[in-house]
């Protein structure tokens, strides 16, 4: 993938008109004659934001550099969790998470390492975690929990 379509695709998940995936499709649908589905990836909601984050911090990625072997090994790890978090971003909807172990499987079988790192990349990117982290920001500025004195000053002369 050239650089201006990542960004073009960047810029389209942010502008919530979601980020096309084709994949070849189950057996089922290609017993019927469907060969290829399209799946979109739009902007989680807070419930799928909550489960992709409490996935993504089971996996405890390290923050530094890692050989080629230590890289593997973290794949090999941490890959079906990488797949299911894009699953869930896939899914988007408390009512669809069941399938989310079905659909990961599939794109576990379909997807190539580099879309994979790409769609994973983007979800945990630009997943809303920005807003969540200004909201907070905003909240401890405003100070709202802290008791406010309603009573009139009075004037010393």
């Given at each position: 993938m050239n650089a201006q379509a990542t960004e073009q695709r960047a810029a389209s998940l942010l502008l919530k008109k979601g980020v096309k995936v084709s994949i070849t499709a189950p057996l089922f649908l290609r017993l019927l004659g469907k060969k290829k589905i399209d799946l979109v990836i739009t902007a989680p909601t807070i419930y799928t934001l909550l489960l992709?984050?409490?996935k993504f911090l089971s996996m405890r990625i390290p923050n530094q550099e890692l050989s080629i072997s230590e890289a593997?090994?973290?794949?090999?790890?941490?890959?079906?969790?990488?797949?299911?978090?894009?699953a869930m971003a896939i899914l988007n909807d408390k009512k669809k998470m069941w399938r989310k172990r079905f659909l990961a499987r599939h794109l576990n079988k379909q997807l190539k390492p580099e879309e994979l790192t790409y769609l994973f990349t983007l979800i945990i990117a630009y997943g809303g975690i920005e807003d969540f982290i200004s909201t907070i920001r905003l909240m401890e500025q405003m100070k709202i929990t802290?008791?406010?004195?309603?009573?009139p000053e009075e004037k010393m002369s």
């Open positions: 992709i984050s409490e593997f090994a973290l794949y090999r790890f941490h890959g079906k969790t990488m797949t299911e978090i894009v802290r008791p406010m004195n309603l009573s």
